[in-house]
């Protein structure tokens, strides 16, 4: 493994030469989310990482385990190095190529409830010649990866709903805090939300909660509170809200 590594920033370093001070480095990864189980054929999943730049890319793979709070801030923890097995653990990606990594879960095939990574596709930063001077732009791209325990299901339930008013803007919309009972990660965009106060109604369906919100993660045992973007009438002060959960695994 030492070997490899010597080779690898030989590599990029010859690589940082010939692209020259001020080239132009970047990346995109897809997808930004797997699904994965921890056992049997979904233990298996792939990413494509994309080099946009016009200049050689060396890259190198890292995954972090992934928490999270009420309101979405995350946190990274470094005891995921024994979880997963990457090929290649790094790459040097042509310009406008791409690389597959593949990735296996090599961890607790029985796990008790979910578990959420990040895994980053970091740029390695290279040591410039003496004669040629320059500013390296490093690029860092993310996926989430979730673990499902197998043959697991997961659901989500309202625990409140109310109005957010933004303090800069002025904008007022819903709010909602949904909780997850189970021992499977939930996602928000598989759900279909119905809110209501008096005569006012608005459905958000997961086409929608997914373009607007994202990946929305409500981990296991946890409860999760998400801005909506739904625009609140000026005589509603509070709302009721209901969920319709779909997702499940075989």
Known sequence: MHALRLAFAAVASMAAVMAGPGSARAMSISPVQLEMQSTGGGSRGTLTVTNTSNAPLPVDVAIKRLTQDENGTRKYHDDAQNDFLVLPPQAMIPPGGSQVF?????????????????????????????????????????????????????????????????????????????????????LLPKATLHLQAGSWQETLGPDVIGAKIGIGLVPPGQRRRFVLPVAVPQNVSSVQASIEYGVKRQ
């Open 102 to 186: 593949r990735v296996q879960w090599v961890g607790e095939p029985l796990l008790a409830e979910s578990r959420s990574f990040m895994l980053f596709a970091n740029q390695v930063a290279v040591k410039m010649p003496g004669n040629v001077s320059g500013v390296q732009m490093i690029s860092s791209m993310g996926a989430m990866i979730n673990i499902a325990p197998p043959k697991s299901a997961a659901d989500l339930t309202v625990v409140s709903a109310g109005v957010d008013i933004d303090k800069k803007t002025g904008k007022r919309q819903a709010t909602v805090t949904v909780e997850n009972p189970t021992k499977t990660h939930a």
